[in-house]
């Protein structure tokens, strides 16, 4: 598809002017990251293009002489809300500009992508638009602002960023975990009658195999244990492979798999049309492939599916599940629902309520149905009144707040693998995560960040406790307060 396999393809060029200075030399920039994993992983990779031209990162939006906003455009008024924000910086330029300093503001990700020059005519603060196909150009941008320019790039570039963009520096990927995700592919062609995701991210695109593998290589060998493929309609992957053949996401997991140091492997988000048999193989034959998946339904209903364009009945679903579990018998299940989707009946409700315990879910993500400009079911009729929609979200919350307790109890006294990830709250306490994402805080030395170790479930309440299997059991004190989310979905109101 392109030339990503070329070696040195990560090399930058900065062209200049930006200028460099401050303290130390060092320009500081904040990336705030709004919506999905995919744009946490877009403003690691701004923040990595940067760094070649001295800039530092900084948590505190305060110390940034570069704010760059990474927006999302799901949840509903995103637009308004990054207009707000920027409100705010806006008064924090002003003071900065009254002491010499100048502060440079750019707005990225999906709403600059459905925005555009309109962002520019509404804030003042803001000095560059840059699209969510763009940011490997943030230094010509950037150059540009620096004259004196306001910038808007939003036009889908010819060549591929994925090209350009800089390679994380070695600290850099210490610093975000041992657990990464990676992006294999962007865009959607699905064209589901509620979502943005075509309009914003467009038409489908994979990177190639070697250059994948080239990242995760990188990424292991700076201590890295667990991946995540992540792309908006992931199993629809289907970048350039061996002599630049089409491969698909289990042929990439195979070939990750074999990657020295990688101990997990996960992917999402993914389209119930695309999990193929090559798919459910791979959840067979690859051990490293955790026995968790993210599978969007949105609705239970035929008639609403039909209405989505989801292309899948509930049948097809279900039937997708059991063919996963055969294949892995101990996989489980997460899912993303819309509820209140213009049409839908009490009978449709109840149809995707009782997927929930059909399927018997491990979790998901339920949002009332907002309308999106521009897409088809923003002006459908028989649109469902506001109070209808929030009462059915919360009998629905509360049906996978039910399903997820059961599959969480079901793992008292048992054991199960956890890799280790950070230091806990308390002295002596370290968090890791279960095949199935569960966090878990357990009393072990911090050697164990970064490494797999067995671990005895000893309590479920709100949150999981377990210790080191055939260790002391963690004390009452050690507790956190509850379960933090299974995941964070791609795209909260759009899912694969
Ligand atoms: S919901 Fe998922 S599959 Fe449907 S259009 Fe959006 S990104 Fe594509």
Redesign the pocket.
Known sequence: MNDRDKPGHDAVSWPGPIPTGGMNGTRKVHVKSYGCQMNVYDSHRMADMLAPAGYAETARLEDADLIILNTCHIREKASEKIYSELGRIRDLKRDAARTGRRITVAVAGCVAQAEGKEIIRRAQAVDLVVGSQNYHRLPELLARTARGERVVDTEFPVEDKFDLLAAPARDAIRARGVSAFVTVQEG?????T?????YTRGTEVSRSVAAIVAEVERLAAAGVREVTLIG??VNAYHGAGAQGRPATLAHLLHRVAEIPGIARLRYT?S?PRDVDDTLIAAHRELPSLMPHLHL?V?SGSDRILAAMN?RHTRADYLAIVARLRAARPDIAFSSDFIVGFPGESEEDFRATLALVDEVGLAGAYSFAFSPRLGTPAAVMPDQVPKAVKTERVRILQAAVARSQAAFNAQFLGRTFDVLFEKPGRLPGQIVGRSPYLQPIPVMAPRALIGEVAAVTVTEIGTSMFGTLAQATPVAAASRVPELAPILTPI?AQ???
């Open positions: 959607c062609d699905k064209f589901c509620f979502c943005v995701v075509p908006q309609n988000t389209h969007p949105q989801r795209h759009a899912g694969g």
